[in-house]
């Protein structure tokens, strides 16, 4: 079946430092990747996604590439700030099937951001 | 403004009660789905439907029950035979077929059973 694993958390940064966030997968075909953040005590919103080899997701300085070698979909942003503190979650969309539609989430990765 | 809509927010109930969730979306969305999320866990999937009248199980459906009587509503009951129901529920939906559709996040309610 389907699987996402995510880098354990939490992760702890300070503000302007480099983040890196790795999710790698498992899947048959060619699933569609997102990536979803959750701020405290809310639902999740969508942070970018991918849906083919080499595209490259971005939004709000954030970025991830979908390799299909390495099966990965890694998170990243050049500068982090306080207001970037949450939940991250990788996910995959299955291309097709009796299963389309549904998402597998990885486990998720906390992320905190110091002043 | 378009989106999905939970309520409510926190829910309070005696064990051996069964209790339903509200999920409405006006963001005329064919499929939508429900999750449970508990501490350091990603979401697992419960159920989920592609249309109106139509539903499937998800990953953890046992104790869990659903309908979907209208397009814009999905609630989802809570009976008694779940073994630990307390967690955070989550409500999604997106557009139907085999897209590569994101799926929308309601708020969140937060069940407690005692």
């Known amino acids: 079946g389907n699987s996402v694993t995510q880098m354990e958390g939490p992760v702890t940064l300070s503000e302007e430092a480099f983040l890196t966030i790795n999710c790698t997968y498992t899947?048959?075909?060619?699933?569609?990747l997102f990536w979803y953040v959750q701020y405290p005590g809310e639902g999740l919103q969508l942070l970018l996604k991918?849906?083919?080899?080499?595209d490259k997701g971005s939004n709000k300085g954030f970025e991830a590439t979908y390799r299909k070698e390495t099966t990965s979909f890694h998170l990243e942003k050049g500068s982090v700030q306080v207001s970037d503190s949450a939940v991250y979650f990788c996910a995959l969309k299955d291309a097709g099937g009796t299963s389309y539609g549904k998402l597998t989430f990885g486990q998720g990765t906390i992320l905190t951001v110091h002043p | 403004d378009g989106g999905i809509t939970q309520s409510p927010k926190y829910l309070f109930r005696k064990e051996g009660q069964n209790v339903t969730l509200s999920c409405e979306q006006n963001?005329?969305?064919?499929?939508m789905y429900w999750y449970r999320q508990d501490p350091g866990q990603g979401l697992r999937l419960i159920y989920y439907?592609?249309?109106?009248?139509?539903?499937q199980k998800g990953d953890i459906a046992e104790g869990y029950s659903v309908s979907r009587e209208k397009k814009e509503s999905f609630p989802l009951t809570v009976t008694s035979a779940q073994k630990n129901p307390t967690a955070f529920y989550l409500c999604?939906?997106?557009?139907?077929?085999?897209?590569?559709?994101?799926?929308?996040f309601g708020p969140g309610t937060r069940l407690t059973v005692t």
């Open positions: 439907s592609q249309i109106v009248n139509d539903f």
């Open positions: 991918a849906t083919k080899a080499d």
């Open positions: 963001l005329n969305h064919d499929a």
């Open positions: 999604a939906s997106s557009m139907g077929g085999q897209g590569s559709y994101e799926q929308y």
């Open positions: 899947a048959t075909g060619y699933p569609s």
